[in-house]
């Protein structure tokens, strides 16, 4: 019973602390007190409901312990007495703990400006996701800091130093309008996917992918979605992240080493999440035809649906996601855009059309990553040009710091190596 008590308290926490903490931010105008308010009330559920019984609406009782801690906390520093007797009005009318449904302020505009607040442009893309996972995912520093493979300390001292910045800044509790909603939304989005993709394909250690970061990104993404239902990119990166996360299952072998696509058990992909994401990719469309602009993650989850719905790898039409990835490429240029390009146009219009692409970019492009020279390593094989294919797949080896990766590369490039010796046939 203690056990089903302590789970029900953390899925509540993983629930509610987003909304708990973007109502409390926005009543006290002080994130870090928010935060503490909305800890009290978890240790406070840890206390009494093993004792007392799960309440009949967890949430509002998390919400009312919360904002009456606020009420105590302003009382103790006598000052700030109007917004006491605000938090106090509100308490009176929806704080009876006798019918619990009435106790939750249920307003999602306080959850998105929490959103909207964690990623804020004044913070780096390291502090926006780790105060995004902590705020708006509700993980602990010791969850987030095994999730990005960094020490508890370090991930700490990041979300401390992300929100001395907001308090030194003086930023604005309220929701972004107009172009500054836009762009704010367009560095939401990007934290997302960037959580997401650091579980998808760990940039280091020893496991090919982190599920719980995955798992959370996509969390986040339905959640937005929910939110700001109006635009077409939000959609297009909820799909675009259930359309990839289908596959992860199919990744790994047993013995946790990677699975290349072409080479992956169809069968074993998640139908729920490619149902969901097709799903998703469908609402982008209606609003698309509606006149809302369509952008890069939309377009991905568009070349993420090709893979989804061919039975087997040899019926991928590399065509369309070659098409697809010029569009992209105009939409949202970058190297990176470039060298999947490349990889389309390899398996659509053979090896050299995918070299070709390559060769244009410039030489300082991902320079000290692995994935160029992965890429021009499998262009090289299929083009026969094995002697080079190694060497490139050592480069990449080299530069990847995840040692399934690295395991990975140095594989294909002894492939490569024993094809050479390989006697010709015929």
């Not at 106790?103 to 607040?117: A, P």
């Not at 696509?261 to 799903?279: C, P, T, Y």
């Not at 105009?330 to 053979?350: C, D």
């Not at 390593?377 to 080079?388: M, P, Q, T, W, Y």
Request: hydrophobic share 45%.
């Amino acid at each position: 019973m203690a056990q089903t008590t302590r789970e029900t308290i953390t899925a509540t926490w993983r629930d509610e602390s987003a909304r708990l903490v973007g109502a409390l931010a926005r009543m006290t105008r002080d994130l870090d007190l928010a935060e503490d308010l909305a800890q009290d009330a978890l240790v406070s559920a840890l206390e009494s409901w093993p004792a007392q019984g799960i309440p009949d609406n967890p949430g509002a009782w998390l919400m009312t312990v919360a904002k009456r801690r606020a009420v105590d906390s302003f009382r103790r520093a006598d000052k700030l007495r109007r917004r006491t007797e605000e938090l106090g009005h509100g308490l009176r009318e929806e704080d009876s703990m006798s019918d619990p449904t009435t106790q939750v302020d249920f307003i999602e505009d306080d959850v998105l400006r929490l959103i909207f607040l964690s990623c804020h442009p004044k913070l780096t893309a390291e502090s926006r996701a780790a105060l995004t996972l902590r705020l708006v995912g509700g993980l602990t520093t010791a969850e987030i800091a095994r999730g990005f493979l960094v020490g508890e300390t370090a991930v700490g001292q990041r979300i401390s130093r992300a929100k001395k910045t907001l308090s030194e800044a003086g930023v604005d509790f309220e929701l972004p309008t107009g172009a500054e909603r836009t762009e704010r939304l367009d560095d939401v989005l990007a934290v997302v996917y960037l959580i997401f993709n650091e579980g998808y394909t760990a940039t280091a250690g020893s496991n090919w992918m982190r599920p719980e970061l995955t798992n959370e990104a996509i969390r986040l993404a339905r959640m937005l979605a929910e939110l700001v239902p109006d635009e077409p990119e939000v959609h297009g990166l909820q799909a675009l992240l259930e359309l990839q996360a289908s596959r992860a299952s199919a990744r790994v072998d047993a013995a946790g080493a990677p699975v290349l696509l072409d080479d992956q058990d169809r069968s074993r992909w998640d139908e729920l999440l490619i149902r969901r994401g097709l799903a998703a990719l469908h609402r982008a469309e209606g609003l698309a035809v509606r006149g809302k602009p369509v952008g890069r993650y939309y377009l991905q989850a568009a070349i993420a649906s090709q893979h989804a719905c061919a039975s087997e790898a040899a019926t991928t039409d590399w065509s369309a996601i070659a098409r697809l990835y010029d569009v992209l490429a105009e939409a949202a240029p970058g190297p990176i855009v470039e060298v999947n390009r490349a990889v389309a146009h390899g398996r659509a219009f053979g090896a050299d059309s995918g070299l070709a692409i390559l060769e244009r970019l410039p030489g300082s492009a991902l320079a000290g990553s692995h994935l160029l020279p992965s890429v021009r390593a499998d262009l090289l094989v299929r083009a026969g040009r094995h002697v080079e294919a190694a060497s490139a797949f050592r480069e990449a080896a080299s530069l990847t710091s995840n040692d399934r990766e690295q395991s990975l590369l140095l594989g294909r490039a002894a492939d490569a190596e024993h094809a050479v010796a390989l006697p010709p046939q015929g």
